[in-house]
C-alpha cells in the first residue's frame, strides 16, 4: 500500500486528474502508435475505474465514441457509454454491446483488464490468459478489417499460443512495455495491427518486433 500511494504515476495521476495511473500507459502507447483518433468508437474492456476509457474518449472527441465494459461500476465520463457485467455474457453485456454500436462498427479494442491475483503463478497466469483469450474472440466478432487490438498480457505459459492466434488475426503483431508498467511485473502489452478481413488459415511463422 505504502509502494502505492507514494508511486510517481500515482501521484502524477492525482496531479493531472486522471482516474488511474493505468493512463500513462494507453498515453505512452498512443504516441508512439497513434491507435486513437478522432471519430473513431473504442471499445474498452475491463474499463474501471476508467482510466483508459477518459483517454480514449478525449481522444475520439465528439464525432467518436467509447464503449467500456466492466463487472464493477464506473462513473460516469462525458462520451462513454458504460456496460455493467461479464465479458462471457454474450446474451446480455455483449448483446447490449453489438446493440449499441449498431453498423458503425469498432476501430480499437482496448483490453487492461486484469483477474483477481490470488498469488499462485500457475493459477493466476491460466486466468489472464483465459481473459486475452476472451478479448480476442470479441475482437474478432467487433473489430473492423484494418481496425486494431491492443491487450495486456503476461508472459508464460499459453502466450505463445495466444501470440499464434493474434498473427492469425492482425497483419502484424507488436509488443509494447509503457514506462508506467511496473518493472518487476511481467506483464507487456500485444498491439495487433490492421485486422485482417479474413482471419488466416495458420498462423504466419513470423517473429515478435518490438519496432
Do not use: C
Not at 13 to 26: D, P, W
Amino acid at each position: 500500500m505504502r509502494e502505492h500511494v507514494n508511486d510517481f504515476y500515482v501521484q502524477q495521476a492525482k496531479r493531472e486528474g486522471y482516474r488511474s495511473r493505468a493512463a500513462f500507459k494507453l498515453i505512452e502507447i498512443n504516441k508512439r502508435d497513434r491507435l486513437i483518433v478522432q471519430g473513431m468508437t473504442v471499445v474498452d474492456l475491463g474499463a474501471t475505474p476508467g482510466g483508459w476509457s477518459q483517454i480514449a474518449a478525449g481522444l475520439v472527441g465528439s464525432s467518436g465514441h467509447v464503449y467500456a465494459i466492466d463487472l464493477l461500476p464506473m462513473a460516469p465520463l462525458r462520451n462513454v457509454t458504460f456496460i455493467q457485467g461479464s465479458i462471457d455474457d454474450d446474451d446480455n453485456v455483449m448483446q447490449q454491446l453489438r446493440t449499441a454500436t449498431g453498423t458503425r462498427g469498432v476501430d480499437l479494442v482496448i483490453s487492461d483488464i486484469s483477474p483477481n491475483i490470488s498469488g499462485i503463478g500457475l493459477v493466476d497466469q491460466a486466468r489472464v490468459m483465459a481473459l486475452a483469450e476472451r478479448t480476442l474472440e470479441i475482437t474478432a466478432s467487433y473489430l473492423k478489417p484494418g481496425g486494431n487490438l491492443l491487450v495486456k498480457v503476461f508472459q508464460g505459459q499459453g502466450f505463445e499460443a495466444f501470440l499464434r492466434s493474434m498473427r492469425a488475426l492482425f497483419a502484424e503483431v507488436v509488443t509494447r512495455k509503457p514506462e508506467a508498467s511496473r518493472g518487476r511485473s511481467n506483464e507487456i502489452y500485444l498491439l495487433g495491427k490492421r485486422r485482417r478481413a479474413v482471419a488466416a488459415a495458420a498462423a504466419p511463422a513470423l517473429p515478435l518486433s518490438s519496432k
